[in-house]
């Protein structure tokens, strides 16, 4: 197996093919009851599984055979010949990124440093997250509300499908998926009471700090 079994997002970004699923960072009903053992089990045993399958058929005796998947991220966003590929592949890092934007006990106060950076790009936790609620329940279809820092200031982007920041400059410090399968079985068509939920007692800020740097 290659360092992507590790689970962790810089290291999956650095791994090369032949992909492994990266495991959860934690057991699938330590998030219950926002969100359910049974979510998780699709979620990551089957739809991030299958782009990880799928990205290594993709992959398999072209260029791109031996590069990272940041390389291959990187190189293929916004050509339209090589959109499986870069769908394939952000959905990859995506999904493990996403993994680690939440844990148990989540939500809540931010550590210091980054409350303080909050503050300073928002004015408030508060209003930090009601555009992270903004960005995710007006994703028209299926995307991403991320947390990002553009220089020395954090901001708050939606992103379409597999879009991600990793291709616009800006350095990504924790995501909500917002596609159906994230929330569906739990919260039908209730996206917004899935991120409210999610936001409250699942962010993990401590991630995003990290990612910070």
């Given at each position: 197996?290659?360092?992507m079994?590790k689970?962790?997002?810089?290291?999956?970004?650095?791994?090369?093919?032949?992909y492994?699923?990266?495991?959860?960072?934690?057991?699938?009903?330590?998030?219950?009851?926002?969100?359910?053992?049974?979510?998780?089990?699709?979620?990551?045993?089957?739809?991030?599984n299958?782009?990880?399958?799928?990205?290594?058929d993709?992959?398999?005796?072209?260029?791109?055979?031996?590069?990272?998947?940041?390389?291959?991220?990187?190189?293929?966003?916004?050509?339209?010949d090589?959109?499986?590929?870069?769908?394939?592949?952000?959905?990859?890092?995506?999904?493990?990124?996403?993994?680690?934007?939440?844990?148990?006990?989540?939500?809540?106060?931010?550590?210091?440093?980054?409350?303080?950076?909050?503050?300073?790009?928002?004015?408030?936790?508060?209003?930090?997250?009601?555009?992270?609620?903004?960005?995710?329940?007006?994703?028209?279809?299926?995307?991403?509300?991320?947390?990002?820092?553009?220089?020395?200031?954090?901001?708050?982007?939606?992103?379409?499908?597999?879009?991600?920041?990793?291709?616009?400059?800006?350095?990504?410090l924790?995501?909500?998926?917002?596609?159906?399968?994230?929330?569906?079985?739990?919260?039908?068509?209730?996206?917004?009471?899935?991120?409210?939920?999610?936001?409250?007692?699942?962010l993990?800020?401590?991630?995003?700090?990290?990612?910070?740097?």
């Open positions: 197996m290659n360092n079994s689970g962790d997002p810089s290291a999956v970004l650095q791994a090369t093919p032949p492994d699923l990266p495991p959860l960072p934690y057991d699938e009903d330590a998030l219950d009851p926002v969100i359910s053992a049974k979510t998780l089990n699709f979620h990551h045993g089957k739809h991030h299958s782009y990880v399958n799928t990205l290594n993709l992959v398999k005796g072209t260029e791109y055979a031996d590069r990272s998947l940041e390389e291959i991220i990187t190189g293929t966003g916004g050509q339209a090589k959109a499986k590929i870069f769908n394939n592949a952000a959905q990859v890092w995506n999904h493990s990124f996403f993994w680690h934007s939440l844990r148990s006990g989540g939500g809540g106060e931010p550590p210091a440093a980054l409350k303080q950076k909050i503050e300073a790009s928002f004015d408030s936790v508060d209003a930090c997250c009601k555009e992270l609620k903004s960005a995710g329940t007006g994703q028209f279809g299926s995307g991403w509300a991320w947390l990002v820092m553009d220089g020395d200031t954090l901001k708050v982007i939606k992103t379409p499908n597999a879009e991600n920041p990793l291709t616009m400059g800006v350095k990504p924790l995501t909500i998926d917002v596609w159906e399968h994230a929330y569906y079985l739990d919260y039908q068509n209730r996206r917004a009471d899935f991120l409210d939920a999610v936001i409250d007692k699942l993990n800020w401590e991630f995003a700090l990290e990612n910070m740097g």
